[in-house]
């Protein structure tokens, strides 16, 4: 059923995976965060695939005159509020794993806004390379970084007498992986 959720979200689908005609502009609205940058925007040739949530930390180590990012250490889950299990984790590349197949994407920073002063920035990437050839990340092209929550670095702490300390930063945030469009019309946030 939850997979179900996710595949529907490209071909015109709702919440509750009852088919529906609605425009793609109304099931935009319905899935995308109403205030996405228009610069976080995947291309016109990618469609939204699926959709995570992610709740975890982002790793920061000081260098002695400032907090440094290191890597992000996330699990995804589906994104319609049930955390009960884990179906991806999010990690040092910056790589998305699926655990149901294995299947991996690394993706690199093309876009990125600060929406919230007082959370991490909204984050566009384009994909680089997968693996293996096969399973549910191994077509993602982009991904969106979105409705992020905490996960700056510390403001206080570093200083040359904390040189190699670290610091895991709780965030949360809602991953929106796109692949080539299979078809017309299909939702893009930021757009």
């Known amino acids: 059923m939850k997979n179900m959720l996710w595949l529907c979200l490209a071909a015109g689908c709702v ?10 502009s109304d ?8 205030n996405t940058p228009a610069n976080l925007a995947p291309p016109a040739d990618n469609e939204l695939a699926f959709v995570t949530s992610a709740s975890g930390v982002q790793e ?9 990012f290191v890597a992000p250490d ?3 889950y589906p994104d319609h509020g049930d955390q009960a299990e884990a179906v991806g984790h999010h990690f040092a590349g910056p790589t998305w794993e699926w655990y149901e ?11 990125g806004a600060t ?31 979105l409705a992020t929550s905490g996960g700056n670095a ?6 040359a007498a904390h040189a190699g300390a ?4 709780p965030y949360t945030a809602r991953y929106f992986f796109y692949r080539a469009a299979r078809g017309n019309g299909g939702v893009r946030c930021g757009s």
């Open 154 to 159: 510390p403001a206080t702490g570093c200083d």
């Open 15 to 24: 919440a509750n995976n009852a088919p529906v005609s609605q425009s793609t």
């Open 115 to 145: 929406v919230d002063p007082a959370s991490i920035p909204w984050l566009l990437l384009a994909g680089t390379s997968h693996g293996p050839d096969e399973g549910r990340m191994s077509d993602v092209t982009y991904v969106q970084r």
């Open 60 to 68: 920061y180590t000081c260098n002695g005159t400032a907090w440094v």
């Open 74 to 76: 996330a699990q995804l």
């Open 101 to 111: 197949d294995g299947s991996t994407v690394v993706a690199a920073k093309t876009a």
């Open 27 to 34: 099931l935009r609205d319905e899935v995308c965060p109403a």
């Open 166 to 169: 670290s610091a895991n930063v």
